[in-house]
């Protein structure tokens, strides 16, 4: 793989990752309105479903970022390189 390729593959990765940690920070935005919302009265939710949903939301994007982070950081998307667990 020529150095070049390894630059594009680190960009796409970083755009990659860039995405998906937009995504995780939406989920969490979403699962704290919704219970601000409610908080504040002004949620036409049910309190437990403005409670369960805001938490499975905040859970979800917690989750998704710390996937994000880790999949950035190990070696496939760090240096460009294909990780092991993608090689068929």
């Keep these: 793989m020529t150095n070049g390729d390894r630059q594009n593959e680190a960009s796409r990765a970083g755009a990659a990752a860039l995405l998906r940690a937009a995504v995780a920070g ?3 935005y ?4 919704l ?4 908080l504040l009265g002004t949620s036409t939710l049910p309190a437990a479903a403005a409670w369960l949903c805001g938490a499975a939301f905040i859970t979800a994007g ?12 190990s070696r496939g998307d760090a ?3 294909p990780s ?3 090689q068929t």
């Design 79 to 81: 240096d460009g390189e």
């Design 62 to 73: 917690v989750l998704f970022g710390w996937y994000t982070w880790r999949r950035y950081r």
């Design 35 to 38: 219970i601000r919302e409610r």
């Design 84 to 86: 092991d667990r993608n």
């Design 26 to 28: 939406y989920l969490l």
């Design 30 to 33: 979403l699962g704290v309105d």
